[in-house]
């Protein structure tokens, strides 16, 4: 199984910054792509930011400029700098994890993983 923990979630007033973290951990063989999703109250879960080991990255509109996301390919870990936050970037982040997992002598399996999801809250 691939496990992810997330960090960095919390309330900061309109324009101030945060950092989100997410780890993944185990049998890992491959990491295609890593990104970020949001859901704020009410709302459906919506792609924040997707960048592929292809080296492609596309943000949604509503934050590019403002948030930047970076990876530690050693580590297994996608980062998501949030600057210049707004009351709209309020929401639950959930990191997301697409690869392949497997042991050696055994075909690796494709997996897609999900954070347990961090709490932003941005006030006015």
């Known amino acids: 199984q691939v496990q992810l923990v997330e960090s960095g979630g919390g309330l900061v007033q309109a324009g101030g910054s945060l950092r989100l973290s997410c780890a993944a951990s185990g049998s890992i063989v491959r990491i295609n792509a890593m990104g970020w999703y949001r859901q704020a109250p009410g709302q459906q879960r919506e792609l924040v930011v997707l960048t592929t080991s292809g080296g492609s990255t596309n943000y949604a509109d509503s934050v590019k400029g403002r948030f930047t996301v970076s990876r530690d390919n050693a580590k297994n870990t996608v980062y998501l700098q949030m600057n210049s936050l707004k009351p709209e970037d309020t929401a639950v982040y959930y990191c997301?994890?697409?690869?392949?997992?497997?042991?050696?002598?055994?075909?690796?399996?494709?997996?897609?993983?999900w954070g347990q999801g961090t709490l932003v809250t941005v006030s006015s």
């Open positions: 997301n994890v697409k690869g392949l997992r497997g042991w050696e002598g055994v075909p690796a399996i494709v997996f897609d993983a």
